[in-house]
């Protein structure tokens, strides 16, 4: 059996199956990159409810493994060289998955590289730009009388809805015909845009053809239906 022991999280969400990946997370987009990912691969893990409306994130025991206070983050008791590996970062997870499992990531070089791009993409731009406009659309930001940062969210937001757009002509998926970490890191964002945050109209999404083909496609997947509603949020 894996001594977890020296991960101070375990005290706080204790493993039941300390041989299995534990996942610390919460249904959001980013969140579901990684059970997505890992009800993909088939890897067993243990999934743990982080709570971020009770700021479940930023007690010491959670931060001991995240510093940076954000979900999702894992350990891996079976890491490299067989000793146990704690990760925060969903790309860098997706990444870690990836390597592990040996799908979802060309072997091939330039391939890979190529995926690995589009992972950074969501990072760097999908994932924070939608969040802002997500605040300023349907959370607090709302109430803001200055629609200018709004505005501002949803112009890059249907820009970058545009950059996925041209990407997706004459492909199923954003590597082609096949299905990669890009696409799990992507997949979310998109459907959360649209549907939870509502801003659809916002960046005009009922004119994009091929966006809205690619997600119907993801949220075709029995492994993406599974991994969004992982953790379990409470009743």
């Not at 969040?131 to 249907?158: T, V």
């Amino acid at each position: 059996m894996s001594d977890l022991s020296a991960f101070a999280i375990t005290q706080r969400w204790p493993a039941q199956h300390p041989d299995r990946l534990q996942l610390y997370s919460l249904p959001t987009p980013n969140g579901v990159k990684v059970s997505i990912m890992l009800e993909e691969t088939g890897i067993p893990y243990e999934p743990h409810l982080i709570d971020i409306g009770k700021n479940e994130t930023w007690i010491p025991e959670y931060l001991a493994l995240n510093p940076n206070g954000k979900i999702p983050a894992i350990i891996d008791p079976d890491g490299p060289g067989g000793k146990p590996l704690g990760l925060f970062e969903s790309g860098a997870i997706l990444v870690y998955l990836a390597d592990k499992a040996g799908k979802f990531l060309p072997t091939d070089p330039a391939r890979r590289y190529e995926t690995l791009q589009w992972v950074f993409f969501q990072m760097a731009a999908i994932g924070p730009m939608f969040g802002q406009l997500g605040f300023f659309h349907k959370f607090a930001g709302r109430e803001y009388e200055d629609k200018r940062p709004r505005d501002r969210y949803a112009n890059e937001s249907k820009r970058l809805l545009g950059v996925l757009e041209t990407r997706l002509a004459g492909r199923d998926w954003l590597m082609g015909d096949e299905y990669t970490i890009a696409d799990i890191a992507t997949l979310g964002w998109v459907r959360n845009l649209v549907g939870f945050y509502g801003a659809g109209e916002l960046v005009e999404y009922d004119k994009l053809k091929l966006v809205p083909k690619w997600l119907e496609r993801g949220l075709a997947r029995p492994a993406v239906q599974r991994g969004l509603e992982i953790p379990k949020r409470p009743g």
